[in-house]
Nanobody, 118 residues
């Protein structure tokens, strides 16, 4: 089985920075996509940023403020700068991967709360 474990959430003030990390563990053959989603109260879960071997993709609302990166094959970080109150949400790590050469799967982390006060 595969697990995604997030860390780094917390309470910060507007304008501050925060770094989220996610580590994937388990029987993983290859990770195709790692991403961060977020869900604010009363809203749908939305893509924040994604990274593949081909590059990165960001939501318009975070472009220029957030950076997604992978330090190694099974981890993904989200560096967040100039945080705004509207960035407040539960942030989820996501991975689209192969467990074996023939078996694929999609996995979510448990979520980490990010709260930005004004």
């Amino acid at each position: 089985q595969v697990q995604l474990v997030e860390s780094g959430g917390g309470l910060v003030q507007a304008g501050d920075s925060l770094r989220l990390s996610c580590a994937a563990s388990g029987s993983i053959f290859k990770i195709n996509v790692m991403a961060w989603y977020r869900q604010a109260p009363g809203k749908q879960r939305e893509l924040v940023a994604a990274i593949t071997s081909g590059g990165t993709n960001y939501a318009d609302s975070v472009k220029g403020r957030f950076t997604i990166s992978r330090d190694n094959a099974n981890t993904v970080d989200l560096q967040m700068h100039s945080l705004k109150p509207e960035d407040t949400a539960v942030y989820y790590c996501y991975a689209d991967l192969f467990l074996t050469i023939l078996k694929a799967g999609r996995y979510w982390g448990q979520g980490t709360q990010v709260t930005v006060s004004s």
